[in-house]
C-alpha cells in the first residue's frame, strides 16, 4: 500500500482539486475514493481498503449491495422526489417500519430529515413545543423559560441547533451565543443530573422547569463510551418525576449498529428504559443522506402540527426507497446478528492481540474502540491507512471501528490481523 505521497498521479489530481474548490471545513481527504464492494472499497488509483469506518457508520449495507442499487435505481426510473405537499408509497412504508423496529406505541409518528442534526433539531424544536405545556413555563406571566439538559460529552450536531445541545467546547464556542435555556449535566453523575432538576422553581435563582434529557446510550464522538444502565434508569426516573421528556440520539447507534434495531433495546445499555422520543440517521439509508425523529405516543407526535416543522427534502422518494431497501435487507440477512457476532469477535481478538499499544476494547455490536497506551490516533490511522484498513481517530487515545453490518468473519481476522502489527511507538498527536 501506498503513502499518500506516493498516492498516483490520479489522486494525487483530484486531491489539488479538492482544495481548490472545497471550503476547509473536514481538512485535506486522506484518499479520493472510486468505488466499492461489501466491506471493501477501491482508490482512483486501484488501491483496496478494508473499510472498519463504513462512512462513519452510514454504509449498513457495504457498498453496492444488489437489493439496495435495484431499489435506488428502480425508484430513480419513476420519480427521485416529490414535494410535501404529496406523499410516496416508500415514505409511508419506511415511516411504519420504523414505528414497527423501535417497539414505538400507538398513535406514534415519525418525522423525516436529511441527516442526524435535523433529527436533533427537529427533537429540539419538540421539546421547545412540550416545554410550554408545563406549569411554570409562562415567562409572561412571571414563569421562566423550561430548559432542556444534554450531558457533557455528548454530541448531537453541528447546526446551530444540535450544536447547542453538543457540548465539545472547541466546536460550540467560535459561534456563540447559541440557543438559550440548554444546559449540561455531567455525564454518568446522577447526583448532577438530579440537581439540575432541583434548580426548577420560581425563587430569585430558581430556573424554569426541565422539558427534555437528551442524551446517546454511547457517545460515540467521546470515544465510544457506553451510559451505565443505572444512570440511565435514574434519569428515566428523574424525567417520570418532574414531567420532563427523555429523547436518546440514536443516530449512530441506531438500525442495526449495536446489536438491536435501537441501542435503547439492549438492557445493557439502557435498563429497560423507554424514551419518549427517538432521532435516527446515518445507518437508516444505506449511504442515502437520511435523518428523522420517532415521537412516541400520540400527544407527543400532536405537538407538531401544519407548518410547524418542515424540509424540502426531507423524506424523498429516492431517500424513502433506499431506506426500506436497507432494513429489508438488514432483516432478511440477519445483519443484527452478524452486527453482536462480529462486534464480539473484533473486541475479543484486539483485546487478545497481544499488541501492548492495545490497553482495552469497547462497545456494543460493531460500534466499537479501542483505547491506546498513549495519544497517537492519527498516526495510528496513517499508519493502518498505508496497510489498507481505515479506522478513524475517534480520540486521541482511541481508535474507532464502524465496519458496515454485512462484514465478514474473514474481514475482521484481516483487519486485526493488520492492526496487531500496529508498532507501540507511534508518534503522538
Not at 407527543?300 to 426531507?314: E, Q, R
Amino acid at each position: 500500500m501506498k503513502s499518500l505521497e506516493e498516492v498516483g498521479s490520479e489522486g494525487n489530481h483530484w486531491l489539488g482539486e479538492y482544495q481548490d474548490v472545497h471550503m476547509h471545513v473536514f481538512g485535506k481527504p486522506l484518499r479520493v475514493l472510486d468505488h466499492g464492494k461489501g466491506a471493501h472499497v477501491w482508490d482512483v488509483d486501484g488501491n483496496e481498503y478494508l473499510d472498519f469506518l463504513g462512512g462513519i457508520a452510514v454504509n449498513s449495507l457495504g457498498y453496492a449491495h444488489p437489493k439496495w442499487v435495484a431499489a435506488v435505481a428502480e425508484q430513480a426510473g419513476k420519480m427521485a422526489h416529490i414535494s410535501n405537499y404529496f406523499a410516496s408509497e416508500a415514505q409511508i412504508s419506511l415511516a411504519r417500519m420504523l414505528i414497527d423496529k423501535a417497539g414505538a406505541p400507538e398513535g406514534s409518528h415519525v418525522y423525516f430529515g436529511n441527516s442526524g442534526a435535523e433529527g436533533n433539531e427537529a427533537a429540539l424544536k419538540l421539546a421547545k413545543l412540550y416545554g410550554r405545556t408545563l406549569p411554570g413555563a409562562t415567562p409572561h406571566l412571571g414563569g421562566k423559560d423550561a430548559r432542556i439538559i444534554a450531558l457533557t460529552h455528548g454530541f448531537h450536531g453541528r447546526t446551530l441547533g444540535a450544536l447547542s445541545a453538543t457540548w465539545k467546547p472547541a466546536i460550540r464556542e467560535p459561534f456563540a451565543p447559541l440557543v438559550p435555556n440548554i444546559e449540561f449535566a455531567e455525564s454518568g453523575d446522577i447526583e448532577a443530573m438530579r440537581e439540575a432538576f432541583r434548580r426548577t422553581g420560581q425563587g430569585k435563582y430558581g430556573k424554569g422547569p426541565v422539558a427534555a434529557v437528551i442524551m446517546e446510550l454511547i457517545q460515540g464522538e467521546a470515544g465510544v463510551r457506553a451510559m451505565n444502565p443505572e444512570y440511565v434508569q435514574g434519569v428515566r426516573a428523574l424525567c417520570d418525576e418532574y414531567g420532563a421528556l427523555l429523547i436518546f440520539d440514536e443516530v449512530q447507534t441506531g438500525i442495526g449498529r449495536t446489536g438491536a434495531w435501537f441501542a435503547f433495546q439492549r438492557e445493557d445499555l439502557s435498563g429497560g428504559v423507554i424514551p419518549d422520543a427517538v432521532t435516527f440517521a446515518k445507518g437508516v439509508a444505506g449511504g442515502f443522506p437520511m435523518g428523522g425523529l420517532i415521537a412516541f405516543g400520540e400527544s407527543l407526535s400532536a405537538l407538531f402540527t401544519p407548518g410547524s416543522h418542515g424540509s424540502t427534502f426531507a423524506g424523498n422518494p429516492l431517500a424513502a426507497a433506499a431506506g426500506v431497501a436497507t432494513l429489508t435487507a438488514i432483516e432478511d440477512e440477519h445483519l443484527i446478528d452478524n452486527a453482536e457476532e462480529r462486534g464480539a469477535q473484533l473486541r475479543d481478538a484486539l483485546s487478545n492481540s497481544g499488541n501492548p499499544l492495545f490497553v482495552s476494547a469497547r462497545g456494543r455490536g460493531l460500534l466499537d474502540a479501542v483505547e491506546l497506551s498513549h495519544p497517537c490516533a492519527h498516526a495510528a490511522v496513517d499508519w493502518a491507512l498505508e496497510r489498507g484498513l481505515i479506522v478513524n481517530a475517534v480520540a486521541p487515545d482511541a481508535l474507532r471501528f464502524a465496519p458496515p453490518l454485512v462484514v465478514s468473519s474473514q474481514d475482521i481476522e484481516t483487519g486485526v490481523g493488520i492492526l496487531s502489527g500496529m508498532p507501540d511507538d507511534l508518534k503522538d498527536d
